[in-house]
């Protein structure tokens, strides 16, 4: 009967809203203004870019989240996978935007760089603002995670479908981006894969997808793994959604500046 309020109701599902905004709150690691990595500092009124007032904002129903995925090999603070999901909250729509890593870029306070190196030179501020200046994106928040906790997330959800080309199944199973041999096992087809796997498939940039080829291959893979863990989530009910959230968000170190109020929007 509670069970029936919560979800069927407008006030339990105001009530259930803020209860899972208070507890997604508590579960990510929170990155709050002046907690950034780096030494960056902005000259004179700089504004940050991820706290636009809404009269800065072009289209007050769309909200930008940038998602992060950090690349920490050898000592590196890469950002080798950044992706804007737009949020459309008037007819409840996700779009997918790949920001390609490598681009030669302005830097504001350093020399030109590749787009991926901005996160290490100055955290996240610096790149809000690299990204805004560069491409005229607002942001308002992110989410990000290391290669190690993505394969995690993955695990967590045992797995998410994957379909490969016959040139990239032989090509993650002769080649480390798949980083565990034990894991190198992938076929022609549609597949349930692992953590291990789905981080291979995504760092591939050197075969096509079949329409894709270089990065903009790469940043489609990303793409399609990235909607196949979506589409996972969607097909359990409340109740399973809710417990599997609970397990990751318990399990996996998410890093976000999104504010406690913005969770329960």
Do not use: W
Not at 47 to 57: G, M, R, W
Not at 212 to 222: A, C, H, I, L
Request: glycine share 8%.
């Amino acid at each position: 009967m509670i069970v029936s309020v919560l979800i069927f109701t407008p006030l339990g599902k105001v009530i259930l809203s803020n209860f899972v905004g208070e507890y997604l709150y508590t579960k990510f690691s929170y990155d709050g203004p002046g907690d950034n990595l780096g030494n960056y500092q902005g000259d004179g009124e700089k504004e940050v870019i991820n706290h636009q007032t809404d009269a800065k904002k072009k289209n007050k129903d769309i909200i930008n989240i940038l998602l992060i995925g950090l690349e920490e090999m050898n000592h590196a603070r890469n950002t080798d996978t950044m992706i804007v999901a737009s949020i459309n909250t008037k007819d409840n729509t996700l779009k997918l935007l790949s920001i390609m890593r490598d681009l030669y870029i302005d830097i504001k306070g350093h020399d030109k760089d590749r787009l991926n190196s901005v996160y290490a030179k100055g955290g996240i501020q610096l790149l809000y603002d690299t990204i805004y200046s560069n491409f005229g994106i607002s942001l308002d928040g992110y989410l990000l995670v290391n290669f190690e906790e993505f394969e995690q997330i993955v695990d967590l959800l045992g797995g998410v479908n994957v379909t490969l080309t016959k040139k990239e199944a032989e090509y993650l199973n002769v080649h480390n981006y798949i980083s565990k041999p034990v894991n190198r096992n992938v076929v022609e087809g549609e597949q349930l894969m692992n953590g291990n796997q789905v981080l291979g498939y995504c760092r591939v940039r050197r075969v096509s997808t079949g329409t894709e080829s270089n990065d903009f291959g790469r940043t489609q893979r990303q793409r399609k793994v990235l909607q196949s863990i979506i589409n996972k989530l969607k097909s359990k009910n409340m109740i399973s959604l809710a417990l599997k959230l609970d397990e990751i968000l318990s399990t996996v170190y998410i890093t976000t500046d999104i504010v406690k109020s913005d969770f329960k929007e």
